[in-house]
């Protein structure tokens, strides 16, 4: 007998923009979506005191009257890493925390990357920003880049050309490591490692030779029971300055024989991680003067700024994949029922260091409101108000400051390139240098 009651799935850190795009999967008339934890706690405090955010998360499924039937999560470190400790306890469908930790510590990944497909891994190293000598004990020739061994959003990620920028870069990461480093070794000790894994704990670093001289992209993809697929790619494509994301594109334009070499190593990286009953993605460069595959890195979620973008052009956003997998459904995924055959997210940025610099002329809802009926189907998330200093945001990074995201579909490429400029023209941002 087919178990038709309505089915109870708690979303870490759920918020309404996200809400929306869960409530417009197939089906969703069967599901009730619980928050757990707010979007604050889990994805934008300035400090995660994880063991107090772990005992309210359990505290709320304790008190849950019905049953509980899925919890999922969409938002990169700690959300990842959590809900691995979370469905263990609550004997809820997903993948290990071990198998995650093998993709998302990026040491550990990389060691296990480059005994599965070494040509396709830059050389890399472990460094310890603390040790006095950690400039000198680097061996990697310039230039390199520097991050966390887990972080989210390129935060604390440098990019060295030189010795005063490593310099630089250390001084840095001590100063804002703690803010990782902290739930990480909360979230490691929950798990059985190696010695030379735990030892890497939170407040390490991995230095790594650049692979971004090529075209990026992202394939998304589940494992469910033991078996590995993959449904979509975007482009991800770069801004000026080489480092900062400027917009997504879905589908790919990658020649055919590109995504399916991509899709042949993820889907050994994925099996050697043991990673079982979860979404993933996985971020690929194309060198394609070398006609080579670098692999970037890989995540044990689906990337939430790709959602809107499926949704545009699949009709349905593949946080249905992400439902599926949790509740042990095969997802019947890419849908192939949308109305634009293109799909962008643009992240329209300000490059160079411009913190006393401050925002004018924000056009207020109502005034966004006109501006997305102008172009049909697209969405306006602005990062900044009126009067911001850039230097308060929180969507930046080490080289730009991201303005807004703006989601848009259309019925070519150039359509999509066309309708944004223009889009963006009227939103109208305006800067002032304060002194």
């Not at 482009?235 to 400027?246: K, M, P, T, V």
Request: aromatic share 10%; net charge neutral.
């Amino acid at each position: 007998m087919s178990d038709t009651r309505q089915k109870n799935i708690f979303v870490v850190g759920l918020e309404p923009f996200n809400l929306r795009l869960l409530q417009g999967v197939r089906n969703a008339e069967g599901y009730t979506f619980h928050a757990l934890l707010s979007y604050v706690e889990i994805a934008a405090s300035s400090r995660f005191d994880l063991e107090a955010l772990l005992d309210k998360a359990r505290r709320i499924l304790r008190g849950f009257p019905g049953e509980i039937d899925a919890i999922v999560g969409y938002w990169d470190f700690p959300t990842v890493l959590t809900m691995p400790i979370l469905r263990r306890e609550f004997r809820l469908r997903g993948p290990s925390l071990k198998s995650v930790l093998r993709l998302e510590h990026k040491y550990w990944a990389r060691l296990r990357q480059h005994a599965v497909v070494p040509n396709e891994v830059p050389r890399f190293e472990l460094v310890d920003p603390f040790d006095p000598d950690a400039a000198e004990k680097i061996e990697l020739a310039y230039s390199f880049w520097i991050k966390p061994i887990k972080a989210h959003s390129s935060l604390l990620g440098f990019r060295i050309a030189q010795r005063s920028d490593l310099d630089h870069a250390l001084a840095e990461i001590r100063r804002g490591i703690y803010r990782f480093a902290e739930p990480m070794d909360v979230i490691m000790g929950y798990a059985d490692l190696p010695p030379e894994i735990r030892a890497a704990d939170g407040a390490h670093c991995i230095a790594e030779e650049i692979i971004s001289d090529g075209r990026q992209c992202t394939l998304e993809g589940y494992v469910l029971e033991g078996e590995i697929e993959v449904y979509g790619i975007v482009d991800s494509i770069r801004g000026s300055n080489r480092s900062s994301l400027e917009r997504y594109e879905y589908p790919s334009a990658l020649p055919r024989e590109v995504q399916a070499r991509m899709i042949a190593s993820a889907k050994l990286v994925i099996a050697d991680a043991g990673l079982d009953d979860s979404p993933f993605n996985v971020e690929f460069f194309y060198h394609a003067a070398r006609d080579a595959i670098s692999l970037l890195e890989v995540n044990a979620r689906i990337s939430k700024s790709h959602s809107p973008l499926f949704d545009k052009v699949e009709g349905v956003p593949h946080k249905e994949v992400m439902l599926d997998v949790a509740l042990g459904k095969r997802p019947d995924y890419p849908a192939r029922r949308g109305r634009y055959r293109y799909a962008a997210k643009f992240m329209p940025r300000l490059y160079g260091r411009h913190d006393n610099w401050r925002v004018r002329n924000v056009p207020d809802t109502a005034r966004r409101a006109e501006i997305e009926a102008a172009f049909p189907g697209s969405e306006i998330m602005l990062h900044v108000t009126d009067n911001m200093r850039l230097g308060d945001m929180k969507h930046r990074d080490q080289y730009s400051y991201e303005l807004a995201a703006v989601f848009m579909g259309a019925q070519s490429r150039r359509a999509l390139r066309r309708d944004f400029a223009a889009l963006w023209e009227a939103i109208g941002l305006v800067f002032e240098e304060v002194e």
